[in-house]
Protein backbone atom coordinates (compact mmCIF):
# COMPACT_ATOMS: atom_id res chain seq x y z
CA UNK A 1 0.00 0.00 0.00
CA UNK A 2 2.71 2.45 0.40
CA UNK A 3 3.84 1.80 -2.82
CA UNK A 4 0.21 2.54 -3.93
CA UNK A 5 0.53 5.72 -2.24
CA UNK A 6 3.80 7.01 -3.65
CA UNK A 7 1.94 6.48 -6.86
CA UNK A 8 -0.53 8.71 -5.88
CA UNK A 9 2.07 11.13 -4.56
CA UNK A 10 3.75 10.75 -8.52
CA UNK A 11 0.12 11.37 -10.11
CA UNK A 12 -1.14 14.28 -7.87
CA UNK A 13 2.91 15.88 -8.09
CA UNK A 14 2.57 15.41 -12.66
CA UNK A 15 -1.41 17.32 -12.03
CA UNK A 16 -0.84 19.87 -9.86
CA UNK A 17 2.71 20.95 -11.23
CA UNK A 18 4.47 20.44 -7.74
CA UNK A 19 5.77 18.40 -4.95
CA UNK A 20 4.97 20.45 -2.17
CA UNK A 21 1.03 21.26 -3.54
CA UNK A 22 0.62 17.57 -4.19
CA UNK A 23 2.37 16.18 -0.65
CA UNK A 24 -0.02 19.24 1.01
CA UNK A 25 -3.31 16.95 -0.79
CA UNK A 26 -2.23 13.73 0.50
CA UNK A 27 -1.36 15.09 4.15
CA UNK A 28 2.28 15.17 3.51
CA UNK A 29 5.23 17.54 4.46
CA UNK A 30 7.24 18.56 1.68
CA UNK A 31 10.10 16.40 2.57
CA UNK A 32 8.51 13.17 3.03
CA UNK A 33 6.77 13.90 -0.11
CA UNK A 34 10.27 14.12 -1.59
CA UNK A 35 11.85 11.15 0.49
CA UNK A 36 8.69 9.39 -1.44
CA UNK A 37 9.00 10.39 -4.89
CA UNK A 38 12.81 9.39 -4.41
CA UNK A 39 11.76 6.01 -3.18
CA UNK A 40 9.39 5.33 -6.19
CA UNK A 41 12.59 6.52 -8.96
CA UNK A 42 14.51 4.38 -7.04
CA UNK A 43 12.45 1.52 -7.04
CA UNK A 44 11.74 1.94 -10.83
CA UNK A 45 15.39 2.53 -11.55
CA UNK A 46 13.68 5.93 -13.84
CA UNK A 47 13.72 9.39 -13.23
CA UNK A 48 10.17 10.22 -13.29
CA UNK A 49 10.96 14.33 -13.44
CA UNK A 50 13.18 17.04 -13.94
CA UNK A 51 13.43 19.10 -10.75
CA UNK A 52 13.97 23.16 -10.44
CA UNK A 53 14.05 25.24 -7.46
CA UNK A 54 10.39 26.26 -8.84
CA UNK A 55 9.06 23.44 -11.08
CA UNK A 56 8.28 19.84 -11.78
CA UNK A 57 8.55 19.18 -15.11
CA UNK A 58 8.15 15.37 -16.77
CA UNK A 59 10.60 13.38 -18.05
CA UNK A 60 9.83 11.37 -21.11
CA UNK A 61 9.71 8.35 -19.43
CA UNK A 62 7.58 9.66 -16.47
CA UNK A 63 4.97 11.02 -19.40
CA UNK A 64 4.98 7.62 -20.81
CA UNK A 65 4.36 5.80 -16.81
CA UNK A 66 1.55 8.26 -15.94
CA UNK A 67 -0.67 7.44 -18.32
CA UNK A 68 -0.44 3.67 -16.85
CA UNK A 69 -0.70 5.09 -13.35
CA UNK A 70 -3.95 6.93 -14.56
CA UNK A 71 -5.30 4.12 -15.64
CA UNK A 72 -4.47 2.07 -12.69
CA UNK A 73 -5.71 4.31 -10.37
CA UNK A 74 -8.87 5.21 -12.14
CA UNK A 75 -9.76 1.29 -11.94
CA UNK A 76 -9.07 1.03 -8.71
CA UNK A 77 -11.83 3.83 -7.55
CA UNK A 78 -13.97 2.69 -9.94
CA UNK A 79 -14.08 -0.77 -8.04
CA UNK A 80 -13.87 0.90 -5.09
CA UNK A 81 -17.20 2.64 -5.97
CA UNK A 82 -18.77 -0.50 -6.94
CA UNK A 83 -18.14 -2.26 -3.94
CA UNK A 84 -19.76 0.66 -1.77
CA UNK A 85 -22.47 1.77 -3.83
CA UNK A 86 -23.16 -1.05 -5.99
CA UNK A 87 -23.83 -1.48 -9.96
CA UNK A 88 -26.60 1.01 -10.30
CA UNK A 89 -23.70 3.51 -10.05
CA UNK A 90 -22.29 5.09 -13.08
CA UNK A 91 -19.93 8.06 -12.30
CA UNK A 92 -16.72 9.68 -13.56
CA UNK A 93 -14.97 10.92 -16.66
CA UNK A 94 -15.20 9.43 -19.95
CA UNK A 95 -12.95 11.05 -22.55
CA UNK A 96 -14.43 9.90 -25.90
CA UNK A 97 -12.99 10.93 -29.28
CA UNK A 98 -14.92 11.57 -32.34
CA UNK A 99 -14.62 12.63 -36.11
CA UNK A 100 -14.78 16.90 -36.34
CA UNK A 101 -18.35 16.28 -38.00
CA UNK A 102 -19.96 13.91 -36.41
CA UNK A 103 -18.85 15.06 -33.10
CA UNK A 104 -20.24 18.22 -33.42
CA UNK A 105 -23.48 17.71 -35.25
CA UNK A 106 -24.66 14.50 -34.14
CA UNK A 107 -22.46 12.90 -30.88
CA UNK A 108 -22.17 15.91 -28.59
CA UNK A 109 -26.22 15.46 -28.41
CA UNK A 110 -26.04 12.18 -27.86
CA UNK A 111 -23.83 12.89 -25.02
CA UNK A 112 -26.42 15.61 -23.47
CA UNK A 113 -29.10 13.13 -23.95
CA UNK A 114 -27.21 10.18 -21.92
CA UNK A 115 -26.28 12.88 -19.00
CA UNK A 116 -30.05 13.09 -18.78
CA UNK A 117 -30.07 9.41 -17.49
CA UNK A 118 -26.45 9.42 -15.82
CA UNK A 119 -26.05 13.04 -14.39
CA UNK A 120 -22.79 11.70 -12.40
CA UNK A 121 -20.88 11.31 -15.91
CA UNK A 122 -18.73 14.03 -16.63
CA UNK A 123 -16.77 13.56 -20.68
CA UNK A 124 -13.81 14.65 -22.35
CA UNK A 125 -15.03 15.08 -26.32
CA UNK A 126 -11.78 15.07 -28.62
CA UNK A 127 -12.80 15.94 -32.15
CA UNK A 128 -10.17 14.71 -34.39
CA UNK A 129 -9.81 13.20 -38.11
CA UNK A 130 -7.20 11.28 -36.91
CA UNK A 131 -6.37 7.93 -34.93
CA UNK A 132 -2.73 8.66 -34.13
CA UNK A 133 -3.78 10.81 -30.64
CA UNK A 134 -5.57 7.74 -29.14
CA UNK A 135 -3.21 5.83 -27.18
CA UNK A 136 -1.36 8.68 -25.83
CA UNK A 137 -4.31 10.87 -25.09
CA UNK A 138 -5.67 7.93 -23.06
CA UNK A 139 -9.17 7.76 -24.52
CA UNK A 140 -11.69 5.47 -22.94
CA UNK A 141 -13.89 4.94 -26.62
CA UNK A 142 -13.64 6.06 -29.85
CA UNK A 143 -16.58 6.56 -32.77
CA UNK A 144 -14.77 6.12 -36.20
CA UNK A 145 -15.60 5.15 -39.80
CA UNK A 146 -13.99 2.00 -41.07
CA UNK A 147 -11.65 -0.12 -38.76
CA UNK A 148 -8.30 0.74 -38.51
CA UNK A 149 -4.93 -1.48 -38.76
CA UNK A 150 -3.78 -1.05 -35.33
CA UNK A 151 -4.21 -4.37 -33.22
CA UNK A 152 -4.45 -2.67 -30.29
CA UNK A 153 -8.34 -1.40 -30.66
CA UNK A 154 -11.23 -3.70 -29.94
CA UNK A 155 -13.86 -2.53 -32.89
CA UNK A 156 -17.44 -3.18 -32.17
CA UNK A 157 -19.81 -2.54 -35.17
CA UNK A 158 -22.39 0.02 -34.68
CA UNK A 159 -24.16 1.28 -37.93
CA UNK A 160 -23.39 0.97 -41.30
CA UNK A 161 -22.50 3.95 -43.29
CA UNK A 162 -23.30 5.29 -46.70
CA UNK A 163 -21.00 7.76 -48.11
CA UNK A 164 -22.50 10.18 -50.76
CA UNK A 165 -22.41 12.86 -53.23
CA UNK A 166 -24.15 16.03 -51.96
CA UNK A 167 -24.18 19.77 -52.52
CA UNK A 168 -26.48 22.99 -51.71
CA UNK A 169 -29.92 24.04 -53.52
CA UNK A 170 -27.78 27.28 -54.15
CA UNK A 171 -25.19 25.72 -56.18
CA UNK A 172 -27.30 23.06 -57.97
CA UNK A 173 -29.79 26.27 -59.17
CA UNK A 174 -26.67 27.56 -60.32
CA UNK A 175 -24.59 25.20 -61.70
CA UNK A 176 -26.77 21.96 -62.42
CA UNK A 177 -26.42 18.41 -61.53
CA UNK A 178 -24.38 15.89 -62.74
CA UNK A 179 -26.53 12.66 -64.52
CA UNK A 180 -23.38 10.52 -64.18
CA UNK A 181 -19.90 10.11 -62.19
CA UNK A 182 -18.60 11.15 -65.79
CA UNK A 183 -20.15 14.66 -65.65
CA UNK A 184 -18.24 15.11 -62.19
CA UNK A 185 -15.51 16.88 -64.36
CA UNK A 186 -17.66 19.92 -65.36
CA UNK A 187 -18.06 20.60 -61.35
CA UNK A 188 -16.66 21.90 -58.31
CA UNK A 189 -15.49 19.21 -55.90
CA UNK A 190 -14.23 19.05 -52.45
CA UNK A 191 -11.34 17.18 -50.97
CA UNK A 192 -11.24 15.74 -47.55
CA UNK A 193 -7.17 15.10 -46.42
CA UNK A 194 -5.56 12.88 -43.83
CA UNK A 195 -2.09 11.76 -42.96
CA UNK A 196 -2.76 8.99 -45.94
CA UNK A 197 -3.42 11.64 -48.64
CA UNK A 198 -6.16 13.16 -50.18
CA UNK A 199 -9.66 11.23 -50.47
CA UNK A 200 -10.17 12.17 -54.03
CA UNK A 201 -10.39 8.91 -55.92
CA UNK A 202 -14.54 8.27 -56.34
CA UNK A 203 -15.66 4.94 -56.79
CA UNK A 204 -18.90 4.16 -57.88
CA UNK A 205 -20.78 1.10 -58.34
CA UNK A 206 -24.76 0.31 -59.75
CA UNK A 207 -26.02 -2.90 -61.24
CA UNK A 208 -22.17 -4.29 -61.45
CA UNK A 209 -20.78 -1.27 -63.43
CA UNK A 210 -17.92 0.59 -62.15
CA UNK A 211 -17.36 3.69 -62.81
CA UNK A 212 -13.87 5.77 -61.07
CA UNK A 213 -13.24 9.59 -61.18
CA UNK A 214 -10.26 11.36 -59.62
CA UNK A 215 -10.35 15.09 -58.63
CA UNK A 216 -7.71 17.39 -60.33
CA UNK A 217 -6.64 18.59 -56.42
CA UNK A 218 -5.43 21.66 -58.65
CA UNK A 219 -9.12 22.68 -59.07
CA UNK A 220 -11.02 21.21 -55.66
CA UNK A 221 -11.10 22.70 -52.49
CA UNK A 222 -9.05 20.60 -49.89
CA UNK A 223 -9.28 20.30 -46.30
CA UNK A 224 -8.39 18.15 -43.08
CA UNK A 225 -11.52 18.96 -41.24
CA UNK A 226 -14.69 17.22 -42.56
CA UNK A 227 -16.88 19.89 -40.52
CA UNK A 228 -15.34 22.16 -43.24
CA UNK A 229 -15.93 20.12 -46.02
CA UNK A 230 -19.51 20.22 -45.05
CA UNK A 231 -19.34 23.51 -44.25
CA UNK A 232 -18.14 24.66 -47.58
CA UNK A 233 -20.64 22.10 -49.37
CA UNK A 234 -23.71 24.02 -47.06
CA UNK A 235 -22.13 27.30 -48.64
CA UNK A 236 -22.01 26.69 -52.13
CA UNK A 237 -18.80 25.79 -52.45
CA UNK A 238 -19.08 22.44 -54.65
CA UNK A 239 -19.75 19.06 -54.66
CA UNK A 240 -18.73 16.27 -51.57
CA UNK A 241 -18.64 13.68 -50.46
CA UNK A 242 -19.71 13.06 -47.05
CA UNK A 243 -21.27 10.34 -44.37
CA UNK A 244 -24.99 10.38 -44.27
CA UNK A 245 -24.32 10.60 -40.79
CA UNK A 246 -22.29 13.39 -41.10
CA UNK A 247 -25.03 15.26 -43.17
CA UNK A 248 -28.27 14.16 -42.04
CA UNK A 249 -29.25 17.41 -40.29
CA UNK A 250 -28.15 19.77 -43.36
CA UNK A 251 -30.65 17.07 -45.72
CA UNK A 252 -33.58 17.29 -42.74
CA UNK A 253 -33.23 21.38 -42.87
CA UNK A 254 -32.69 21.00 -47.37
CA UNK A 255 -29.51 22.94 -46.56
CA UNK A 256 -27.75 19.87 -48.72
CA UNK A 257 -29.06 17.12 -51.25
CA UNK A 258 -27.92 13.81 -52.41
CA UNK A 259 -26.76 13.48 -55.62
CA UNK A 260 -26.53 10.54 -57.96
CA UNK A 261 -28.44 8.41 -54.86
CA UNK A 262 -28.43 5.26 -57.25
CA UNK A 263 -24.76 5.05 -57.42
CA UNK A 264 -22.90 3.51 -54.25
CA UNK A 265 -19.72 4.71 -53.04
CA UNK A 266 -17.56 2.58 -50.71
CA UNK A 267 -18.60 2.33 -47.25
CA UNK A 268 -16.51 2.81 -43.99
CA UNK A 269 -19.16 1.11 -41.21
CA UNK A 270 -19.44 3.20 -38.11
CA UNK A 271 -16.97 1.22 -35.31
CA UNK A 272 -16.60 2.08 -31.70
CA UNK A 273 -12.60 1.38 -30.54
CA UNK A 274 -11.71 0.78 -27.39
CA UNK A 275 -7.92 -0.38 -26.07
CA UNK A 276 -7.74 -4.33 -26.33
CA UNK A 277 -6.21 -4.99 -22.76
CA UNK A 278 -7.96 -2.24 -21.04
CA UNK A 279 -10.48 -2.34 -18.03
CA UNK A 280 -13.79 -1.38 -19.17
CA UNK A 281 -15.37 0.79 -16.31
CA UNK A 282 -18.76 0.90 -15.66
CA UNK A 283 -19.57 4.50 -16.63
CA UNK A 284 -17.84 3.35 -20.65
CA UNK A 285 -19.92 0.19 -20.40
CA UNK A 286 -23.02 2.43 -19.67
CA UNK A 287 -22.06 5.12 -22.93
CA UNK A 288 -21.27 2.00 -25.13
CA UNK A 289 -24.94 0.42 -24.80
CA UNK A 290 -26.66 3.82 -25.12
CA UNK A 291 -24.54 4.15 -28.34
CA UNK A 292 -25.16 0.97 -29.66
CA UNK A 293 -29.15 2.43 -29.10
CA UNK A 294 -28.74 5.31 -30.14
CA UNK A 295 -27.53 4.14 -33.87
CA UNK A 296 -29.64 1.58 -33.88
CA UNK A 297 -32.98 3.91 -34.29
CA UNK A 298 -31.44 6.70 -35.94
CA UNK A 299 -29.86 4.25 -39.20
CA UNK A 300 -33.29 4.17 -39.96
CA UNK A 301 -34.09 7.79 -40.03
CA UNK A 302 -30.95 8.09 -42.32
CA UNK A 303 -32.35 5.42 -44.81
CA UNK A 304 -35.27 7.57 -45.54
CA UNK A 305 -33.29 10.41 -47.31
CA UNK A 306 -32.22 7.06 -49.95
CA UNK A 307 -35.64 6.00 -50.69
Not at 174 to 199: M, Q
Not at 212 to 236: Q, S
Not at 283 to 307: K, M, P, Q
Amino acid sequence: MDYLGDIRLFVEAANLGGLSAAGRKLGLSPAAASARLVKLESVLHTRLFERTTRHLRLTDEGQAYLAYCQQALQALDDGHAFLQAGKSVVGGKVRISATSDFGRNVLKNWLDQFNTQYPEVKFALVLSDSLSHLLQDDIDLAIRFGVPPDSSFIARPLAPNRRVLCASPRYLAKHGAPEHPRDLERFDCIVLNSVAGPANDWRFTRNGKVENYTVPLANACETNDGAVAREWAVHGYGIAMKSLWDIGADLRAGRLEILLPEWRSAEAPVHALYQRNRYMAPRVRALLDFLVERFAEESSHLDDFLS
